[in-house]
């Protein structure tokens, strides 16, 4: 509640602050030296914002400054400009007087014009971030973006074999370049680029656990019973004198296997042909006198068996090739001897073997020696010579000491038979 007794104190406040302003307008802004130490009505001047104010120096040293914006007061003083408080302290509140009458109620006041909008106030701190929202369902699919450019085509190879040690690649190499092998010795690959090898570094990982054993499978039915080989047949004829081969006469010996299983040797099923022939008859001489009983000469050198068959063995594409024939298989007889030249150079690489296993050492077998002399090296002059022991196997296999399924087949036949 406001009393009528501070209506008119703050009424007089007013005019006291309106009066001042004018007086500082409409005023000199000369200050007089005279009064010595007394100071004189100060001069008010009138700015809209305390930015507005002139800069506190000599000039302005002692000015009083109303502020409209802050209504407030500011003075220059010693450089600065100091806010003036113009109100006194609060006082104690005074008893309540006796409640007046009522007075008429007065007329409405008509609405004042609406002042000058405020300075903007400074921006306030930002609050918090809220909470994320809840997930929007899946916007529709862009479209495709445009197909990039082909890489370049990369290189490959092909591993088509297993040396032991890479001395054993050799310098030429009869194959196709990208071909690659494998060295034991190393881990290494070696790839051949059409002119050397190329050592590609050591390709196997850490090994692995071993893995938990199968279960042992149940025992297959039994085959069928296969077919009756074929026999092995030997034909002889003598020669007369004047013959081409023997031209002292002799036997003609030819061998075959019965392909039609009729119990003769027709021409096309010969395999071999053997020439036994006679020596030339010496010249008779006349008797010689009768001398006396020499001692008993000294057992000859035993004679060795003719090398009854010669094969060329080449390879190509990791295979050997008997006399032209990529995994020929071989018929040999007990007791004869034959021989496997490996002369030419695409054998570098691959030592011909035999053994009684398929693929030899790489089927989990081992070498058959028996009657097998090699000399000389693949590739330039290697020569493997085979007398067939008569108690060989019915079947061997040849094979290559480094590389897998590069072999074939061995039949070992035996001359003569017996049938009922």
Not at 101 to 107: C, Y
Request: hydrophobic share 30%.
């Amino acid at each position: 509640m406001i009393y009528d007794g501070d209506k008119v104190l703050n009424t007089l406040i007013c005019l006291l602050v309106t009066t001042s302003m004018l007086t500082g307008c409409l005023g000199s802004e000369d200050v007089s030296d005279e009064g010595g130490d007394e100071l004189e009505d100060w001069n008010v001047f009138l700015v809209a914002s305390s930015m507005d104010l002139p800069s506190c120096d000599d000039s302005t040293d002692g000015r009083l400054y109303y502020v409209s914006s802050e209504n407030a007061f500011q003075a220059c003083s010693l450089g600065m400009w100091s806010v003036i408080d113009i109100f006194g302290p609060v006082g104690a509140d005074g008893e309540m007087g006796p409640q007046g009458q009522a007075g008429a109620d007065g007329a409405d006041g008509a609405d004042g014009e609406m002042g000058p909008q405020g300075p903007a106030g400074a921006d306030g701190a930002h609050g918090e971030d809220g909470q994320d929202g809840e997930q929007g369902p899946q916007g529709p699919a862009g479209a495709d973006g445009a197909h990039g450019e082909d890489g370049q085509d990369g290189t490959s190879f092909t591993i088509v074999g297993v040396v032991e040690n890479s001395s054993e690649l050799g310098e030429v190499y009869i194959g196709n370049a990208g071909n690659a092998f494998l060295v034991n010795s190393t881990t290494h690959i070696h790839v051949w680029n059409g002119d050397s090898w190329i050592d590609l570094g050591n390709i196997s990982g850490p090994q692995g656990p071993a893995g938990i054993s199968g279960e042992v499978g149940s025992t297959g039915a039994e085959g069928p019973t296969g077919p009756n080989g074929l026999n092995a047949l030997i034909h002889t004829e003598a020669l007369a004198i004047g013959g081409l081969n023997c031209p002292m006469g002799g036997n003609v010996v030819r061998i075959g296997m019965d392909d039609d299983g009729d119990g003769f040797l027709s021409t096309m099923e010969v395999d071999q042909t053997l020439y036994v022939c006679n020596g030339v008859n010496g010249i008779d001489a006349n008797d010689g006198a009768d001398g006396a009983d020499g001692a008993d000469g000294a057992d000859g050198v035993n004679g060795s068996m003719p090398v009854v068959m010669e094969t060329v063995v080449t390879v190509t594409s990791m295979k050997f090739y008997i006399d032209g024939i990529q995994q020929a298989e071989v018929g040999l007889y007990r007791g004869f001897t034959y021989t496997f030249e490996q002369n030419d150079s695409s054998n570098s690489a691959h030592p011909l073997r035999f053994s009684t296993t398929d693929d030899g050492t790489h089927g989990g077998g081992s070498e058959y020696t028996d009657g097998v002399i090699y000399t000389g090296t693949q590739g330039s002059n290697g020569l493997l010579t085979f007398t067939v022991p008569l108690d060989a196997p019915d079947n061997l296999y040849y094979y290559c000491q480094n590389d897998v399924n590069m072999g074939g087949v061995i039949q070992i036949l035996s001359l003569g038979y017996v049938d009922s």
